[in-house]
């Protein structure tokens, strides 16, 4: 029977730079290229991840392609308004499901220690104790 907690572990999706993918950009289009194209993708084979470029984001998963494509609302500064754009499943899959890390480290960043110390240690003290103040108030 298979671990449950080994099958978390596997199964992952996020943004990346695109200056990490280390033979991948050049595959990829271009920001410049993605204007006349809506999004574009590719699979490594080396370590089985897919890769996802659309408008400003890219996106690698290991267990999800693009394989719908879903209308989003964005706003258009030439129209002043919200316009529907197509947006890559994966992409619309991660911005739905995102949330916890982030809201998390907008919390911690919010409410930083504004002490400075010169140990080496001293900002891994502040980050712990701030998360250890921010966790209980976000479960409160």
């Not at 449950?4 to 991948?24: C, D, F, Q, S």
Request: charged letters at 25%; a positive charge.
């Amino acid at each position: 029977m298979e671990d449950p907690l080994y099958r978390m572990i596997e199964i992952a999706t996020g943004t990346v730079r695109a200056n990490r993918l280390r033979g991948a950009e050049k595959i990829l289009k271009t920001r410049k290229e993605l204007k006349k194209h809506k999004y574009d993708y590719c699979y490594e084979t080396n370590n089985k991840l897919f890769v996802t470029r659309w408008q400003d984001n890219v996106v690698i998963s290991n267990f999800k392609s693009v394989d719908s494509v879903t209308v989003s609302q964005r706003w258009s500064k030439t129209e002043k308004k919200k316009v529907n754009v197509e947006q890559p499943g994966l992409i619309h899959d991660h911005n739905q499901h995102m949330g916890g890390v982030d809201l998390h480290d907008n919390a911690v960043a919010n409410y930083r220690i504004g002490i400075r110390g010169k140990k080496w240690w001293w900002p891994l003290w502040t980050n712990s104790v701030n998360s250890t103040t921010v966790n209980p108030w976000k479960i409160h």
